[in-house]
C-alpha cells in the first residue's frame, strides 16, 4: 500500500522519523510518542496539510513523498465503533491513549484511523519504532505546490 507525506522541503530528511509528532503531539498520540502521520492518497495529505496550514499563506517551500507498505507486513484499521461520539471535533486524550496504546504494542508497522478532515477517508499512522519499519520504501521528496486558487 503507498502512503503520502507533505511537509516542508526543510524538513524532508526527517519526514519519516516520527520526531514532529514526538515534540508536539498530535490527534493520535501524545507529546513524546514518535508516529508518523501518513494519508492514503496525495489528495488527502494535501487536505491535511492545507487545514492546518494559515489562512492565505500559500508556502512554497513543501514536497511531497510517497512510501509502500509491503504487502506482507501486518497493518489494522481502527474500528470506527470503538471511538468516541463526534471523535472528529476531539483533540484530547481519548484519541491519543488509542494511538500511544497501538505504538507501544508494537504489533503492526501501520494503523489506519479515519481523516477527521475528510471522514470517509483513512490517514495511516506509521509506527517507526517496529521491528519492521525499514522495510517501507521511501521515496524522494518531490515539489509540490497548492493551486493558487486556493488562496484567494
Known amino acids: 500500500m503507498k502512503v503520502w507525506r507533505i511537509c516542508r522541503e526543510i524538513h524532508a530528511a526527517e519526514a ?5 509528532a514526538r515534540l508536539f503531539g498530535g490527534r493520535w498520540n501524545s507529546p513524546g510518542v514518535k508516529v508518523v502521520y501518513a494519508s492514503s492518497s496525495l489528495a488527502l495529505a494535501a ?3 492545507f487545514v492546518h496550514l494559515e489562512p492565505n499563506l500559500r508556502p512554497a517551500d513543501l514536497v511531497s513523498i510517497e512510501a ?12 470506527l465503533h470503538s471511538l468516541p461520539r463526534k471523535w472528529y471535533e476531539l483533540r484530547g486524550e ?13 504489533s503492526t508497522v501501520a494503523l489506519y484511523v479515519p481523516s477527521a478532515a475528510i471522514r470517509e477517508e483513512w490517514n495511516t499512522l506509521l509506527n517507526p519504532g ?15 505546490e497548492f493551486d ?5
Do not use: Y
Open 130 to 144: 517496529h521491528r519492521d519499519f525499514h522495510r517501507l520504501r521511501i521515496g524522494r521528496p518531490k515539489a509540490f
Open 94 to 106: 481519548s484519541l491519543r491513549t488509542i494511538g500511544d496504546r497501538w505504538i507501544r504494542s508494537g
Open 47 to 49: 487536505v491535511e496539510t
Open 68 to 79: 509502500e507498505i509491503p504487502g506482507d507486513m501486518a497493518t489494522e484499521r481502527l474500528d
Open 16 to 20: 519519516f522519523s516520527g520526531e514532529g
Open 148 to 152: 493558487l486558487r486556493m488562496f484567494r
